[in-house]
């Protein structure tokens, strides 16, 4: 059985719904350069990237090779609402804040920019911290009270470029940074800056102020708590030192993070600079995104008939373009339907090719054998007879084998030695040739052959003698002759395995009956 969930986890998954809902409502961003833009602008775009945080892409990666429909492709698909841009040319910078996905764009002439270290290096004590970067920051617009279309146009654009605040809902602390528009309608330029919100009691004098503070004063020189808080010890005066004025006084509605900041108290809003800092100057806006028809431009002026001739002409090639994509689509479907009616053409006559191939072939006479082993599959004698009128010499066609049904085998084989007399294959020799074959005498001419004393030959036969041979057939004393022997024991043995067509029952047999040739003969 599964188990219940406590409270606070169904209030945790609650609020967890709730927050991914406004999270993907919220305005996102993505920050990028368009072109070689130099060191500076590079620290300015990570500037504008940890201002616009947490909703923005933070660590975004542009090669040289991607084209802004790239970023336009991904900007549905990950939520992106807001293209930054920046682009650098001879004279100045641009920047271009584009809504996807359809637009407008509006480009801004940076005039003048400050980075973000160096006015913190400017700063004796910078307040900075990761928790300031958690929530985004509180939007401000001042002097944007002109009636004009340009200038509704990017007052609207300021404001939805970041998420709305629910006041009635808000929570005070989450509030810790402050982006402000300043508009100065004599110039015509727009001041930006981002600041750091802080927030310190007020009605407290400095001795009181030192004791809430994480370090807890020097009272080495006092003789009780009263003498720290009067002044006695020369520490601070009755007279309050307050660096802030009425304006910058509210009342708390809720308690906020920080040491004396409770609620229905009185405190003071300071708004310490974080960078980056930026004067910028409107000169144009596009109705698409980076095109389209131009809505505004502070430099060029048209009077009504020119806007008219040149709506005209853009709706004329808008006419245009969609009658020469209409009939390419028409040529594509037309090309197409020739092309599928040769494929249908060219299977049609490879099939009654083959059909008139297979009445051909029942018409033809079957193959006939001939004395000769050969088989006539065609029968060019008689059409050559029919069509010539004369016999075709014998050596005209060529006629062709009969296919054997038993498989050819067509490994390489070497021809065996046969011997005349038995026509079995012929012993092999080892050491010496057998020589051939003559009808010795019986009995030698009585030459006398000289051999070497101590040789082993006649020693071992007696080659010195020349007296007549013991057995008929054998070689003469004296020639050097004798009968091959195997090398060792078993070799003629090892031989007769080798030959083929030659058994081991069958070697006396075969002795005896070559024996019996030889008589006859004789």
């Known amino acids: 059985m599964a188990k219940k969930k406590s409270k606070a986890a169904k209030k945790a998954q609650k609020n967890q719904r709730v927050e991914s809902q406004y999270l993907a409502n919220a305005p996102h961003s993505m920050i990028f350069n368009r072109g070689k833009v130099g060191n500076n602008v590079q620290e300015l775009i990570q500037d504008m990237r940890k201002v616009m945080e947490p909703y923005t892409a933070a660590n975004l990666k542009v090669r040289e090779k991607n084209t802004l429909k790239d970023f336009t492709h991904i900007a549905g698909p990950l939520g992106v609402s807001h293209l930054v841009m920046y682009s650098k040319t001879d004279k100045s910078i641009n920047l271009r804040i584009a809504r996807s996905p359809r637009g407008p764009t509006l480009t801004f002439k940076v005039k003048e920019y400050c980075l ?44 939805n470029m970041f998420p709305a605040i629910n006041v009635s809902r808000i929570r005070v602390d989450k509030i810790r940074r402050c982006v402000m528009f300043n508009y100065n309608s004599e110039t015509k330029l727009i001041e930006f800056r981002h600041y750091t919100v802080k927030i310190a009691p007020t009605g407290l004098s400095r001795t009181v102020k030192k004791l809430m503070q994480t370090k807890f004063p020097n ?25 802030d004025g009425e304006q910058s006084q509210v009342t708390l509605p809720q308690r906020v993070a920080g040491r004396g900041n409770l609620k229905s108290h009185q405190s003071a809003v300071r ?16 109705e698409k995104i980076c095109g389209g028809e131009v809505l505004y431009h502070a430099f060029v002026e048209k009077t009504a008939d020119e806007i008219a001739a040149m709506r005209e002409k853009k709706k004329t090639s808008v006419i245009t373009k969609a009658e020469r994509q209409e009939q390419q689509e028409e040529n594509v479907k037309r090309k197409q339907k020739l092309k599928d009616e040769h494929k249908r053409k060219c299977l049609a006559g490879m099939e009654r090719k083959v059909q008139q191939s297979k009445a051909k072939s029942k018409k033809t006479k079957p193959a006939t054998a001939v004395n000769d082993g050969t088989v006539e599959d065609d029968d060019d004698e008689g059409y050559y007879r029919d069509e010539v009128g004369t016999a075709p010499d014998e050596d005209l066609f060529m006629k062709k084998r009969a296919a054997s049904k038993q498989p050819i085998d067509r ?80 070799q003629r043995k090892k031989d007769s395995e080798k030959r083929p067509g030659f058994s081991k029952k069958s070697d006396k ?14």
Request: glycine share 8%; charged share 30%; proline share 7%.
């Open 411 to 490: 490994t390489p084989w070497k021809k065996q030695k046969l011997d005349k007399d038995t026509n079995r294959p012929a012993k092999k020799d080892f050491k010496t040739k057998r020589p051939a074959k003559k009808d010795f005498p019986s009995k030698p001419t009585g030459s006398k052959r000289p051999v070497a004393k101590g040789s082993r030959r006649g020693a071992a036969r007696g080659a010195t003698s020349g007296g007549p041979s013991s057995q008929e057939g054998s070689f003469p004393r004296g020639t050097g002759r004798s009968k091959p022997r195997a090398r060792w024991s078993g």
């Open 219 to 243: 009272l080495e020189n006092c003789q009780n708590i009263d003498d720290f808080l009067l002044g006695q010890s020369g520490y601070a005066s009755e007279s309050e030192g307050e660096l």
């Open 509 to 522: 047999f075969t002795s005896i009956k070559n024996k019996l040739i030889k008589k006859a003969k004789r």
């Open 116 to 159: 973000r270290k160096d006015i913190l290096a400017s700063r004796k004590r910078p307040s900075t911290y990761e928790q300031q970067f958690k929530h985004h920051p509180l939007v401000v617009l001042n002097n944007f009270t002109e009636n004009s279309q340009h200038m509704k146009l990017m007052t609207s654009m300021f404001q």
């Open 271 to 286: 708004l310490i600079e974080y960078g980056p800092r930026m004067t910028l100057q409107l000169y144009k806006i596009e």
